[in-house]
């Protein structure tokens, strides 16, 4: 059984299940246990796992499982019932490296999102089964509170690609302008949500998510307006795969120079996301304002680290990781 000191959300010292704002984010206020009655042995479907991929990916071998809340515990939704949280254990695929730390990932990169750069993510934290194992839990973000589902579309869907017409790698086909060329036909706020979005693309290269493709950007609508919605599945895949700086394969776009350091080095520096903001309509000012936070680790980063459920030799990795794409980032050209 794993030990609880943290909050298994927040990951604020001095507690042993949820703290009190953990509750109120992710379960409305209520008392929800983080032991798990069940365990998820036998649910998941290993042939569709061990099916052959053409590119390595952490989500895409990952199952989710639907979940409500009932008399102050998580359970697995019947088959007919509306979800109102999702659950994802570690994924079963024994190929990926440390694949039972990957909960604990997702719930410390998230939480370094939303705490320490104030990007607005899904709620989120982890539950625990019979057995010690970590299940990562988010909440649904895409439906009211009377149940009621909101039109949300992913940006493969919104673009118009699909594995019938691009093959099954489509998700990862194409650059990040294209997304951002989709926000400003989409969004009427496009300004404030370019910002947002342009801010997630520079997360996940500093924080070494190399998965984050078309399907991980979502337009969701509130109302009668898109908003670009909140950001999910973040985590830092460098730490179970060989990964790529960017989850798409075009880069940020292919319409700007690209810096002599990143010609070098095959690594994009502050110059290249500098003049990728530039293209997609950020002002200078606003631009330097939000590169300037990922110029140097934050201490509120490092201390999530040192509370998150990851092992001690992953928690020393992750930083590593992440401090050498700074390095990567603050590089200047001779």
Known sequence: MIEIKH????????????SPKAL?????GHKVSHQLDFDLDGLHNKSEIAAAMHRISVSGVQEKFPAVIEKGHIRIAGENEQSTYILKPAPWD????ERKQIPANENLTMQIASQVYGILTAANGLCFTKKGQM????????????GTKMLMEDFAAVIGKNEQADGKEYKYFGC?????????KNVSAWMVDMERFFELVLFNYIYANGDDHLKNFSLILYGQDYRL?????????SLHVRSDDFGLD?????????SDVYINTGHPCRIDFERFGELIGLVNSRLNKIMDKYAQMPNSSILLVKNSFLNEKMKRDYLRIVKERIARFNRVSD
């Not at 298994?8 to 299940?17: A, R």
């Not at 024994?94 to 490296?97: G, I, K, N, V, Y």
């Not at 299940?135 to 009377?146: G, M």
């Open 250 to 258: 075009g880069g940020l776009s292919q319409n700007i120079t690209k």
């Open 176 to 184: 990040y302008e294209d997304i951002a060329t989709a926000i400003r």
């Open 135 to 146: 299940v990562y839990v988010t909440k649904r973000f895409d439906l009211l509170p009377n």
């Open 24 to 28: 109120r984010a992710l379960f409305d």
């Open 94 to 97: 024994e190929t990926l490296s």
């Open 229 to 237: 919605a909140p950001a999910y599945d973040l985590l830092n895949t």
């Open 7 to 18: 909050c298994p959300s927040y990951l604020s010292e001095g507690f042993i299940t949820y």
